[in-house]
């Protein structure tokens, strides 16, 4: 159970149903599951409006210890935990990661729990799933059969709530928003800022643009720098835009090698059966091809 | 109040609340304005003698005017959540999120109280 090497790298969530992916961590979403709460390396999971799992994970730097990592979590908490035995179910799940299972209980819910440990990317990750009647024990099966923390080519990247996107590993989560009816998720590195969007209900947010989708682009995403009555190009359901790059003195040396320079671009998209409303921009200095390859990925699931 | 209890507690709508259903299928809704007492006081002895308690009015989007039609009296907040998620066919957390936004804005100006549900 506690190889060198770590899990196998191309161990990939083999199930029918939804995929959640987030903050590094990708398992599937047992059936009713849903995306609670977000936070950059926090969450949690519901169903039927209950709280049924919380996660939390990171990189460790350094010597990992199961022992001091435990004992925080309980003086950081008003938690009580108690050390057991690994169940031969889970075991046999968590080839490749280092683990430890607790019971835990808190002032109203209690539950169980696994602190996991990759030794192959140095990622820790703390499950707790809440008892709730006890329907939960065949779905933390569910999930530990398909987790996985790192990949060789991981797709989806973000997979939550109602939206799924493959985003490169080198663009790194920056900012996000989860509002009701408008997600917004800024990824970035040193020289590129992809933003991904999602409104919703499509009906009513397009019913105060004259249910045009250019017009709401042009409220929505749509960069003041770039000419909203520039020729657009009709992509699938929906409308893209491209414009030249700015020469700003940080792009200007690496772009004098380049014959062809990168535009920016804005694409977005409407899916009327699902009443959603897609779209996707791309600063700086990010390949035309990419950036319609996250297009292409970007899509809602139910 | 915490999360859970609120689900399961029943929206309200104040019978002093007039529904105007208006001719592109919106309701506004016409409300007694809560004044303070010492303007109240003023109101009634500087005032017109016949005047009319100060009103408000508010009128709703389609969200809305759906979530206040389904809040009938009966129905706990978690299943106009649930109805709300089926007629919009948003994430349920999204339609939990606006559901309990608009019922506490409208709660706020005294529209709506929250009492528990009795089956």
Redesign the interface.
């Known amino acids: 159970m506690e190889p060198a090497n770590g899990p196998d790298p191309k161990r990939q969530p083999a199930c029918g149903a939804k995929v959640f992916a987030w903050a590094g961590l990708r398992f599937c979403l047992p059936s009713g599951w849903e995306t609670g709460q977000l936070e950059k390396d926090h969450g949690w999971l519901e169903s039927d409006f209950k709280p049924v799992m919380e996660f939390k994970t990171a990189i460790v730097r350094g010597r990992f210890s199961f022992r001091r990592h435990l004992k925080q979590l309980e003086t950081a908490s008003s938690l009580r935990l108690k050390r057991v035995d690994m169940p031969v179910a889970w075991r046999s799940h968590l080839n490749g990661f280092h683990a430890r299972a607790f019971t835990w209980q808190g002032p109203r819910l209690g539950g169980d729990g696994l602190l996991i440990y990759c030794p192959a990317c140095r990622r820790a990750t703390l499950l707790q799933f809440f008892r709730n009647g006890g329907a939960v024990v065949d779905a933390v099966v569910s999930v530990l059969a398909s987790f996985s923390d790192h990949g060789t080519a991981p797709r989806p990247t973000l997979a939550v709530y109602d939206i799924q996107a493959t985003v490169p590993l080198a663009l790194s989560l920056k900012r996000f928003r989860f509002d009701s009816g408008r997600f917004e998720l800024v990824y970035g590195d040193r020289r590129r800022l992809l933003t991904l969007w999602r409104w919703s209900p499509a009906d009513a947010a397009l019913r105060h643009h004259n249910d045009s989708l250019p017009d709401f682009a042009r409220f929505n995403g749509l960069p003041a720098d770039a000419d909203p009555s520039a020729p657009s190009r009709e992509v699938n359901q929906g409308v893209e835009w491209c414009w030249p790059l700015r020469r700003t003195w940080r792009n200007r040396l690496p772009l004098r090698f380049r014959r062809r320079l990168p535009p920016a671009a804005f694409r977005i998209w409407h899916r009327p059966a699902v009443n959603r409303i897609l779209a996707v921009r791309a600063d700086g200095q990010m390949d035309y091809d990419l950036f319609a390859e996250i297009c292409r990925d970007y899509e809602i699931v139910s | 109040m915490t ?2 209890a609120a ?1 399961a507690c029943v929206p309200v709508k104040n019978s002093a609340v007039k529904e105007v259903r208006l001719e592109n299928g919106l309701v506004r809704l016409c409300y007694p304005l809560q004044i303070k007492p010492w303007l109240a006081e003023l109101r009634r002895r500087f005032g017109p003698a016949e005047a009319s308690p100060p009103e408000k009015q508010l009128e709703l ?3 809305g005017t759906l979530t206040w039609d389904l809040m009938d009296g009966t129905l706990r907040f ?1 299943e106009i ?1 649930r109805r709300f998620c089926r007629e ?7 339609a ?3 559901v309990a ?1 608009f019922v506490r804005e409208l709660g706020r100006r005294g529209l709506v109280g929250l009492k528990p549900f009795e089956p």
Do not use: I
């Open positions: 999360r859970e689900l989007d389609e969200l978690d959540v919009t066919r948003v994430h349920p957390k999204e939990e999120a606006a936004q």
